[in-house]
């Protein structure tokens, strides 16, 4: 039965990752990264992470997609703008371009072959086992993976690395609101909605470096 | 199923992506593909943690998505601010550094 469902989950993986890979319209290939990523949620409850499959099927196929899925739709796909030189040879279906594909699909098989040397050929014992058996007795059995578990070794030995995470999600939040803001400004007519206590008690235009240069107030 | 097989899943996802970072030019698509190298490695992570019935694994999975998220949120935006300056949203003509 576990086999059965690894390897369905495992054509689902793939094939989700082929398809991020081969297809044009960016917006498919959001949708083909959400079937990768909610089969590899099955692998991972068959490796009875149960709480990072979870993790993986919210934040990831929940939210992070969302946000793909915005982005496509506001810049509109293939980029539309004005395409030089370089990109047109790269774009179309000419020798560099093609040259240049097949390159890099020979440097992924390349890269494979190599890591699956790395992986399965060390000679290592217990990757072609089943993994860690667990004694019916002892309380592993029952916890490992679950949300209780992950809990209680995120908040005693990897509470520094918590901490660190926390830390950087609130500084890349901040960043992601200072690229992706408004740089032009207010606009003109809407440039007076804003009133400062400081406009309450002086009068508008003084103290201000446009008086200190005598020019007109506003 | 031996954690083999999920290693050699793991090893095909890594190779995909890296295949897909080195022709797309779109960089939304590039951010994607980075994606889907970073789920390799987590599947490789948890397959580990799961052959040593060890929780660590699991940890730093935990923390490659959260760094994964950190990526995509300042990823989107700097892509959403090239489109805001009409600059093309292409990799090969962003060449605004090279002076």
Known sequence: MSAVLFFIAAIGVITGAIGVVMLRNPFYCVLALVVHLVALAVLFLLLRAEFVAAVQVVVYAGAVMVLYVFVVAYVGGEGNGSAGQLGERLRGSGPVASGLRLGGTLAGGALLVELLIALLGTGLKAVSGYGAGYPVGLPEAQTFGTPAYIGNLLLTRFLL????????LLVA?????????????????EERDVITPLDLLRPRGTGTMSEGVGRPTP | MSIGWYLAVSAIVFSTGAVGVITRRNPLVVLLCLELMLNGGN??????????????????ALVVMTVAACEVCIGLGMIVAIHRRRLPVDVDELRELQG
Not at chain 1, 178 to 189: N, S
Not at chain 2, 45 to 57: H, T, V
Request: proline letters at 2%.
């Open chain 1, 161 to 168: 690395v918590f901490e660190i995470a926390s830390f950087l």
């Open chain 1, 173 to 189: 939040a901040v960043g992601g609101v200072v690229l992706a803001r408004r740089r032009r400004g207010l606009g003109p007519d």
């Open chain 2, 43 to 60: 599947l490789a992570l948890i397959a580990f943690s799961r052959m040593w019935g060890n929780g660590d694994g699991q940890i730093l």
